[in-house]
């Protein structure tokens, strides 16, 4: 019975320091890392919404793909868009894209927030410019070439380009119907 209980006390032992020290790494790095996604989301807001020169609260949505909503402001406090952060299902897990969509419905800007777990070197290209540039100035009805519309396929990556395309509608179709004038807000 000895045999048995030792064993399973040091285990046990092992087990709470581990346990803790996670919790203290945990509880050290927390703070950090709020700050880097901070950091990041503000640093995507402004580069999809160019004009902006402030930013209001971020709405949580969580409606379908929109994860939330945040309004831009110029130097008049005048509404001039919206930072809308969509996640989406690409080839692999969740794409995290933000979009910037004008008071006008135009799309302004995109920023791929993270595309890792796409495939390197076909879907993870959604990151480059050459890309995700493709979308700036679209107002509705967005598509991939391969189906007959005007963004150009990543090359042996339709999914997860028709995944991006995709959430470019859902973003304009969010600020119309619910930001601008005729929409439910």
């Known amino acids: 019975m000895s045999n048995i209980i030792k064993p399973a006390v040091v285990l046990l032992i092992f087990s709470v320091v581990a346990a803790g020290l996670l919790g203290y790494v945990n509880q050290i790095t927390a703070e950090p890392i709020a700050a880097r996604e901070l950091e990041a989301t503000q640093s995507s807001m402004k580069a999809v919404l160019p004009n ?59 920023s791929i927030v993270d595309c890792s777990n796409e495939t390197p070197g076909l879907g993870a290209n959604a990151a480059n410019e050459s ?33 991006v395309a995709n959430a470019a509608n859902t973003a304009i179709d969010y600020v119309k119907e619910n930001y601008l004038i005729g929409g439910v807000n």
């Open 52 to 110: 902006a020169d402030s930013f209001g609260e971020t709405i949580e949505v969580n409606e379908g793909d929109v994860s939330s909503v945040t309004p831009a402001f110029d130097a008049n406090k005048n509404e001039i868009g919206y930072a809308v952060a969509i996640t989406t299902k690409g080839f692999s897990a969740g794409l995290k894209l933000m979009y910037g969509v004008d008071s006008n419905g135009v799309i302004t800007g995109l």
């Open 131 to 163: 890309f995700y540039s493709l979308f700036t100035g679209k107002t509705s009805g967005v598509a991939v070439d391969k189906d007959g519309g005007e963004i150009e396929s990543i090359t042996g990556a339709t999914i997860t380009s028709r995944a």
